[in-house]
Nanobody
Framework: VQLQASGGGLVQTGGSLRLSCADS????????IGWFRQAPGKEREFVAG????????PYADSVKGRFTISRDNAKKAVYLQMNSLKPEDTAVYYC????????????????WGQGTLVTVSS
């Protein structure tokens, strides 16, 4: 599994972005994917996750109703659609993969992408 996150950028409050997490490996569909974010001076936190089949998609309370995670195993990609963005969403966003279920602690994930910066201006 080799993950690469992309799609970050600068957006105004209330705007939208779609992050992508692409895998260049051969076993992408076997893994659950999680999106995490880390703001300066803060702990890395869980944002959303999706099981290998796409059947389960837990979200952090702070993003429920605004963010949507999805995956296309044929394209070996996971997406995070982010709507109604707020300044507090500003962070580096990472995608990560693990075998098994989606869990909310980042230490449980084996493979990581390099991160993409999202900046929401007020």
């Amino acid at each position: 599994v080799q993950l690469q996150a992309s799609g970050g950028g600068l957006v105004q409050t209330g705007g939208s972005l779609r992050l992508s997490c692409a895998d260049s490996g051969r076993t992408f569909s076997d893994y659950a994917i999680g999106w995490f974010r880390q703001a300066p001076g803060k702990e890395r936190e869980f944002v959303a996750g999706i099981t290998s089949s796409g059947s389960n998609t837990p979200y952090a309370d702070s993003v429920k109703g605004r963010f949507t995670i999805s995956r296309d195993n044929a394209k070996k990609a996971v997406y995070l659609q982010m709507n109604s963005l707020k300044p507090e969403d500003t962070a580096v966003y990472y995608c990560a993969a693990r075998a098994g279920m989606v869990v909310g602690w980042w230490t449980a994930y084996t493979y990581w992408g390099q991160g993409t910066l999202v900046t929401v201006s007020s």
